[in-house]
């Protein structure tokens, strides 16, 4: 079986395709701009995403015609947070507000008064990265656009959605917006209210595994399929990461240095743990009893004192984190990308491929 990766960095898109067994046949890497109109502002056009994946897939085929054109399923990854804003026809509104954006920060401490015990909830209190805090910053700062707004999706939900027609996220993703609640994987009502949104914005919620559209007739033709790939739900980038090195159960750990430097730990429950700024979030490999995981990231550098304070609060403490029992392992040996993949659908562990550390676990 053949599938594609794309996974949706904030320095660049990278595509893959690959054969089972952890054979990559072809790769890509298209390079990202990111604006910054203000200090502290962080900014992406979805646009420029979608010529990136476009000009990626491009690439494979030229390298890589035949192999391509087996392709049966593609699996999405993607930087996490982004707020791309669509209208009533899916015209985007306004540049993504990128996860590493620090523009929100006042919005953070109003929200925090305005969900005063949610953080149980959602897993996680309010940071200028997360999703929520953005759309509270647009609708103070930005009520003409706020008022337009029919559909929130993060980046690699955008992309699914040129690439299929369908408004779909996954769940490891969606635990980066502030309005999931974590623990039963769907959306909050009460959440969303709070910062003056609905349930219809939201995207349909998959699992990772799941099927969450197919491609489009004419994408198909362009690239010259000879069947109609699924896309599969896929990953945010760090679970994405976790699948592709084996952090798949409960006790798994790894440490991931990119744009922004993760410390990851695999849990088998869901283990919120708001007073230490650890975030939680859903895994992407539901099916293997392994739904959750923690992880410490610095917030985004902001005008106010609150991210500093988070900051300080997040310094990855191994004793604010679930118990790590071991490196990645199976069985006996440390596990590997391929044996990883195992345990999902190729779709998915394509994104893995796309999206996983340089650094790979010994065979």
């Keep these: 079986m053949i599938t594609i990766g794309i996974d949706i960095g904030t320095s660049g898109v990278k595509v893959a395709l690959v054969r089972d067994g952890d054979e990559v046949l072809a790769h890509s890497t298209q390079p990202l701009a990111v604006s910054r109109p203000q200090p502290g502002f962080s900014e992406q056009h979805p646009e420029h995403w979608w010529l990136a994946a476009c000009n990626g897939l491009d690439d494979l085929r030229s390298q890589a015609p035949q192999a391509l054109a087996d392709t049966t399923a593609i699996g999405l990854s993607g930087q996490m947070h982004g707020a791309t804003l669509l209208d009533a026809r899916g015209e985007v509104l306004r540049p993504c507000i990128l996860w590493n954006d620090g523009r929100s920060d006042a919005e953070c401490a109003e929200l925090e008064r305005a969900t005063a015990g949610a953080a149980p909830v959602t897993g996680n209190i309010a940071m200028p990265g997360f999703t929520a805090p953005k759309l509270c910053w647009v609708r103070k700062h930005e009520p003409q656009i706020f008022d337009r707004v029919a559909k929130v999706l993060l980046p690699k939900a955008y992309l699914r959605w040129r690439l299929s027609g369908e408004y779909a996220e996954d769940c490891s993703d969606a635990s980066g917006t502030l ?12 959440a969303l209210a709070a910062c003056g949104m609905r ?42 990461g976790a699948v592709g090195v084996g952090a798949v159960r409960p006790g798994d750990a790894f440490v991931s240095l990119g744009t922004s430097g993760v410390l990851w730990a695999t849990t088998g429950r869901f283990a919120p743990n708001p007073a230490r700024a650890v975030h939680a979030f859903c895994h992407a490999v539901p099916d293997t009893g392994t739904r959750w995981a923690c992880c410490c990231r610095p917030p985004p550098a902001s005008r106010g004192g609150r991210a500093c304070a988070a900051t300080a609060k997040s310094s990855c403490s191994m004793k604010s984190m679930p118990t ?28 893995s491929s796309a999206s996983r550390p340089t650094a790979r676990a010994p065979r």
């Design 324 to 351: 790590v029992s071991r490196p990645a392992r199976c069985g006996s040996r440390p596990i590997s990308p391929a044996n990883a993949r195992r345990t999902t659908t190729p779709a998915c562990a394509a994104a």
């Design 179 to 190: 309005w999931l609640d974590v623990g039963a994987r769907r959306w909050s009502e009460p």
């Design 199 to 240: 349930l219809d914005q939201m995207p349909r919620l998959v699992e990772g595994s799941e099927v969450a559209g197919e491609l489009s007739s004419a994408l198909v033709q362009r690239w010259g399929f000879r069947r109609t790939p699924i896309i599969a739900g896929g990953a945010g980038d760090n679970a994405a």
